[in-house]
């Protein structure tokens, strides 16, 4: 191709091309969001379905935007799960809310690298400044360094990788080669992740020890402290704990303050995993949520679970950003600048790119203000305590777990079905039922190995209409699995 040629067609869309297809696509999204509530809220495709309905090559010639957007509501559409949908209560309920969408957009369009200051001053810059802002909204210290990764799976391996490194085990130049084995200690309603840590880390599974949880599911800080000093006693390493706020299946919080006192008793780095129900803090009246947690080494909370923020947007807080640039600092000549004293991201993890996610986040602040978050979080919390109600006045149902934020953990319990085996039979099928509706979307989970349903409150959609539905299709579905 000649460069006149090249010139001609135009190296990229063209600017009014390009202004037409952001308006048609901008009014496709617009209405997506508005009908979003009318479609079954988990897919129906049977796998291979979507894929099926694309072409083996790609175009030989480009097509225009009305085809992409077309192909958006014939193959596209019918095979997502709704996450935006009012009805999804399934796993964590969350939003893709308006100025996260909008904020999402400009950094695409900016599409900046923040690997240094340098490569995007203002990167940098604006997300030290919302993550500032996010800390004093949760109650947090005002002097941490934050940074923004993509998950809070990322996040805790990072403050893993920084735990190890301050444990003293020259693991960066000599692997682990000859140290004593190292161990980590989390409750038994941890999150997968950091299992993933411990294998990623090199600690291996046997040795994450999962702490046995009380009746209400948090972490038994007795038992903890027996668990190190029995590893301590046979020569292994102890070397962090994690702490949950807000576990995964009950919401449960561990108490942090007992467990920040064993980690300074045995010397232990401790991680806090506060990757949904840490958002609630920005309310007065759920701060205790985050007590004890200024003593924390390192925090993890995401936004793009409860605070509207679209994913991905996970925020890693620590009070220690020497030990990460000491785990995990590493400067190339390609990558030296000489702009003096600066923050380089790059310096405190182990991915070098990163994308612009501060400024969906700063826009989500901008636009519902800090009580507006609050006062949807609290929204979310009343649903939540009000089909708590619902289940606890219902003879055919019971719950499992306390509702600490926004989850709420039940079952069927038909009179006088003791078995579990047959409760498990009975709940799975009423499971089934109650998303085959396509009005609502639940999940399930096992508390002390009891199979339950989980309803997670937390999409700016819900209401009080799916909550309820969402309840009398349960109740309605009672006796689908029962012999
Ligand atoms: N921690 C907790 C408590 C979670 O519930 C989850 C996911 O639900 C994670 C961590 C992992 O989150 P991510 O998908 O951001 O890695």
């Given at each position: 191709?000649?460069?006149?040629?090249?010139?001609?067609?135009?190296?990229?869309?063209?600017?009014?091309?390009?202004?037409?297809?952001?308006?048609?696509?901008?009014?496709?999204?617009?209405?997506?969001?508005?009908?979003?509530?009318?479609?079954?809220v988990l897919?129906?495709?049977?796998?291979?379905?979507?894929?099926?309905?694309?072409?083996?090559?790609?175009?030989?010639?480009?097509?225009?935007?009305?085809?992409?957007?077309?192909?958006?509501?014939?193959?596209?559409?019918?095979?997502?799960t709704?996450w935006?949908?009012?009805g999804f209560m399934a796993y964590f309920g969350?939003?893709?809310?308006?100025?996260?969408?909008?904020?999402?957009?400009?950094?695409?369009?900016?599409?900046?690298?923040?690997?240094?200051?340098?490569?995007?001053?203002?990167?940098?810059?604006?997300?030290?400044?919302?993550?500032?802002?996010?800390?004093?909204?949760?109650?947090?210290?005002?002097?941490?360094?934050?940074?923004?990764?993509?998950?809070?799976?990322?996040?805790?391996?990072?403050?893993?990788?920084?735990?190890?490194?301050?444990?003293?085990?020259?693991?960066?130049?000599?692997?682990?080669?000859?140290?004593?084995?190292?161990?980590?200690?989390?409750?038994?309603?941890?999150?997968?992740?950091?299992?993933?840590?411990?294998?990623?880390?090199?600690?291996?599974?046997?040795?994450?020890?999962?702490?046995?949880?009380?009746?209400?599911?948090?972490?038994?800080?007795?038992?903890?402290?027996?668990?190190?000093?029995?590893?301590?006693?046979?020569?292994?390493?102890?070397?962090?704990?994690?702490?949950?706020?807000?576990?995964?299946?009950?919401?449960?919080?561990?108490?942090?303050?007992?467990?920040?006192?064993?980690?300074?008793?045995?010397?232990?780095?401790?991680?806090?995993?506060?990757?949904?129900?840490?958002?609630?803090?920005?309310?007065?009246?759920?701060?205790?949520?985050?007590?004890?947690?200024?003593?924390?080494?390192?925090?993890?909370?995401?936004?793009?679970?409860?605070?509207?923020?679209?994913?991905?947007?996970?925020?890693?807080?620590?009070?220690?950003?020497?030990?990460?640039?000491?785990?995990?600092?590493?400067?190339?000549?390609?990558?030296?600048?000489?702009?003096?004293?600066?923050?380089?991201?790059?310096?405190?993890?182990?991915?070098?790119?990163?994308?612009?996610?501060?400024?969906?986040?700063?826009?989500?602040?901008?636009?519902?203000?800090?009580?507006?978050?609050?006062?949807?979080?609290?929204?979310?919390?009343?649903?939540?305590?009000?089909?708590?109600?619902?289940?606890?006045?219902?003879?055919?149902?019971?719950?499992?777990?306390?509702?600490?934020?926004?989850?709420?953990?039940?079952?069927?319990?038909?009179?006088?079905?003791?078995?579990?085996?047959?409760?498990?039979?009975?709940?799975?099928?009423?499971?089934?039922?109650?998303n085959?509706?396509?009005?609502v979307f639940l999940s399930h989970?096992?508390?002390?190995?009891?199979?339950?349903?989980r309803a997670a409150?937390?999409?700016?959609?819900?209401?009080?209409?799916?909550?309820?539905?969402?309840?009398?299709?349960?109740?309605?579905?009672?006796?689908?699995?029962?012999?």
């Amino acid at each position: 191709m000649s460069s006149e040629h090249h010139e001609s067609l135009g190296a990229d869309m063209g600017s009014e091309e390009f202004r037409a297809a952001l308006q048609r696509v901008g009014e496709w999204v617009a209405a997506y969001r508005e009908r979003v509530g009318g479609m079954p809220v988990l897919s129906r495709v049977r796998p291979g379905e979507v894929g099926a309905g694309i072409p083996d090559a790609a175009p030989r010639e480009g097509e225009p935007v009305e085809a992409w957007l077309a192909d958006l509501d014939r193959l596209v559409v019918p095979g997502l799960t709704h996450w935006n949908h009012p009805g999804f209560m399934a796993y964590f309920g969350i939003s893709g809310s308006g100025p996260g969408i909008l904020g999402e957009l400009v950094a695409a369009a900016f599409n900046v690298n923040g690997m240094l200051w340098k490569t995007s001053p203002a990167l940098t810059e604006v997300e030290q400044a919302v993550l500032r802002w996010l800390a004093s909204a949760l109650g947090l210290p005002s002097d941490w360094f934050a940074m923004i990764a993509d998950t809070a799976s990322t996040s805790t391996l990072v403050a893993l990788a920084a735990a190890r490194e301050a444990a003293g085990v020259a693991v960066r130049e000599r692997g682990l080669a000859g140290s004593r084995p190292l161990v980590m200690y989390c409750s038994e309603e941890a999150h997968s992740s950091v299992d993933k840590a411990g294998i990623v880390l090199g600690v291996g599974l046997e040795n994450v020890r999962r702490i046995p949880s009380d009746s209400d599911f948090r972490m038994r800080v007795d038992l903890l402290d027996a668990a190190i000093r029995d590893d301590l006693a046979v020569g292994r390493m102890p070397f962090a704990v994690v702490a949950t706020v807000g576990t995964t299946s009950a919401t449960a919080v561990d108490p942090v303050p007992a467990i920040a006192d064993a980690c300074r008793r045995h010397g232990l780095w401790l991680h806090v995993d506060a990757a949904y129900a840490g958002s609630a803090a920005i309310a007065p009246e759920f701060r205790w949520l985050l007590e004890g947690c200024e003593r924390a080494d390192s925090l993890v909370t995401n936004p793009h679970k409860w605070l509207f923020t679209p994913i991905d947007c996970s925020v890693l807080y620590t009070r220690r950003p020497e030990v990460f640039r000491a785990a995990l600092s590493l400067v190339p000549e390609y990558l030296r600048t000489d702009v003096g004293e600066v923050v380089d991201l790059m310096d405190y993890s182990f991915q070098l790119g990163r994308r612009f996610r501060a400024l969906k986040l700063w826009w989500v602040f901008r636009h519902f203000g800090v009580d507006g978050i609050a006062e949807r979080i609290r929204e979310h919390c009343r649903l939540a305590r009000t089909l708590a109600e619902w289940i606890d006045a219902e003879p055919g149902m019971e719950r499992l777990a306390p509702v600490t934020t926004s989850v709420v953990c039940f079952r069927l319990r038909p009179h006088g079905v003791d078995d579990e085996g047959e409760l498990e039979r009975a709940n799975r099928a009423a499971l089934d039922a109650v998303n085959a509706s396509g009005e609502v979307f639940l999940s399930h989970t096992k508390l002390k190995g009891r199979f339950c349903l989980r309803a997670a409150i937390g999409n700016l959609q819900t209401g009080e209409t799916q909550v309820r539905r969402a309840f009398e299709l349960t109740r309605g579905a009672a006796g689908a699995g029962l012999v």
